[in-house]
């Protein structure tokens, strides 16, 4: 299937052009894609029957819990019900409306008369199916669900387990309780794709709803890695780089379920990329009986370190943890990738380990026609391939963390990512919808934590005051004072889970809106702003003196903004226009652009984006200021028609409006 991308040839070129390392490189597919996942390590089944064996098994001490971590991919043979006899606003990208599905699994309704208004297009949904899990016997079950848009609430035989608020990170609930005793339970679970009070409602793309991402379950001993910490894999590694050696801190989570202390052994081993062990430690530990998640520690030292460097060689290390028993069975194991690097921006200039780099930079949502947001390991692996071809070398996944997979091939890639928070435009004090927004973000870094790949956190994008947000309810009539507090804790709270990462922000194109980030923007590292000078503002002749203005219009802009800021360096983090590649015409002296009137029109020419993208593309090579720019957008995405200019309807280009 044909992809529309943002920018016509003579732009792409220019791209390529200003990268030094953008030289195409073929992904191979065959590597680059990873595999649902599957049953991994030693697995036991004990098929006793008798309640007491049961017990028994649940509270055995570490010396006889040997079995293991165990995973299982559950996407096969659900049922689903949309609730609903009538099929009237009801898409179905992914899937069948009704009966037997697989996931992922991809939906959106809008109301086929009223679909602007959020309480209008609120659909709650059922999945269900039956699990066998008499396997499980003996040992502590997990589901994680690795995205599901927006309220996930779960049950067991009819028995509530708990709800997930927020649609794109990973989640996970203890199903152990519910499952006690029984050898097959009935599994349920209700998706509500709109809440109004708990997540932002203002948002410019399709917010398909569904369980589009994997669920596994996960059956663990009674001492193991933790689960529970926001869904992330409960190993964060730490380093720092002094030349060529590296000091690495690793934290462990772990787990005691059992009725007694548990003496045990936390393991670490480092190999390079070839699979030699470069590094390991170890250290006896003990975990108190009933421990949820204790921290722990382990530091070693790491000699001729081969730094992660971008796409010129994006060199990974394997980090496998294990937690062993004090008779040295293995409990439970754990393996990410990691790459050593720096990355810091300075003087309007962007280094990876200590050397300049030109970060030229598309967004990209994570939707494709006809299929929503269920898209495939293969099709991330297609899309970064078209991005390579351009001479990309970074991304920002636009509005929200996507799945791990395509973090996974940007690691492996030397993609530069600008990972942000959905937190868009409007704030409410509703403790509901305060809580999402801490919740996502520490969900976020948790969970995106080792990827050498992410360089940058969003912590908002385009979020202002106005006393005209108030007409969206009473949670919404917020002083300015409040945003700033709220949005200053949210920095504060980012710095806290990640102090080694860039915290960013991406602004709206406008004075008032700039001058009220100012009052928390001390404590960001690095401000974007949202500028579609000549798209959304008029260009009077699209010739050479034309360009000229462009270009001035864009260094008055920046520079103003900066030292509004206080900054030191600034990000170009959405650029562009809309385009049709279906409309063409002369763009010469005698063509003129009308800016916002035209912008919602109808009429949106390849020529005319590809003069303006000429011309940001000047600017950005002759400013002083500007560290970092993202083309918006790499693809074509869904968007609602209600709210969207007509070019090319239903779907949005090169500019959100």
Known sequence: MRRKYFASIVAVAMLAAGVPCAQAEELDANTAQTTDSQIVQNETQNNGSSNEAAESALNASADNQI?????????????????????????????????????????????????????????TVTYSKQLDVAKYHGK??????YGSNKNTTVKVDGQEVGTHVGGYSAFIFDLTKYVQDKDSVALTVDVTNVDTVSIPIN???????GIYRDVELIALPNQYISTENKGSSGVFVDYKLNGNNASVNTRVDVTNKATEAA??????????????????????????AGTESAEQKLDQQLTNVHRWNGRTDPYLYTMNVSLQDAAGHVLDTESTKIGFRTFKVSNG???????????????YHQDREGVGNAVSRDQMAQDIDTMLDMGVNAVRTSHYPHDPAFYEMADEKGLLVYCEIPYYLVYSKADSYKNSITNQLTEMIRQGYNYPSIVMWGVQNEVRYSEQFASYGPDYKVTEDELVAFNSALVDLAHQEDPNRLIVQANIDGADAVNTSAKWSSKIDL??????????????????AGHKKLVESLTNKMNNYQQVLGADSMMLSEYGAGANIDQHTEVDGSFSWNGASDANGDKHYEEYQSYLLEAYWDYIQ?????????????????SYPQCRWQGTPQHQGSAVL
Do not use: C
């Not at 898409?91 to 959020?118: C, R, V």
């Not at 502590?140 to 669900?145: E, P």
């Not at 990876?352 to 030229?360: D, P, R, S, V």
């Open 527 to 544: 401000t974007g702003m949202n500028l579609y000078v000549g798209f959304k503002s008029p260009v009077r002749n699209a010739d050479a």
């Open 349 to 363: 200039k962007a280094y990876l380990n200590g050397k300049q780099i030109e970060i030229h930079g598309v967004g």
């Open 140 to 145: 502590n079950l997990f589901i994680k669900f």
């Open 67 to 123: 079995a293991g971590r165990t995973v299982e991919n559950i996407d096969k043979g659900w049922t689903f019900s949309k609730n609903d006899a009538s099929m009237e606003g009801w898409t179905f990208p992914t899937g069948a409306s009704e009966g037997t599905i697989d996931l992922p699994h991809s939906w959106d309704y809008a109301h086929p008369t009223m679909s602007y208004i959020p309480q209008n297009n609120r659909k």
């Open 622 to 638: 002759h400013s002083t200021n500007v560290a970092a720019s993202f083309v918006w957008n790499m693809f074509d995405f869904s």
């Open 203 to 209: 948002v410019d793309y399709t917010q398909f709803s």
């Open 263 to 288: 003496n045990l052994v936390l393991k670490t081993t480092i190999s390079d990329n070839a699979g030699n062990v470069v590094s390991e430690q170890s250290s006896d530990i003990q975990v108190s």
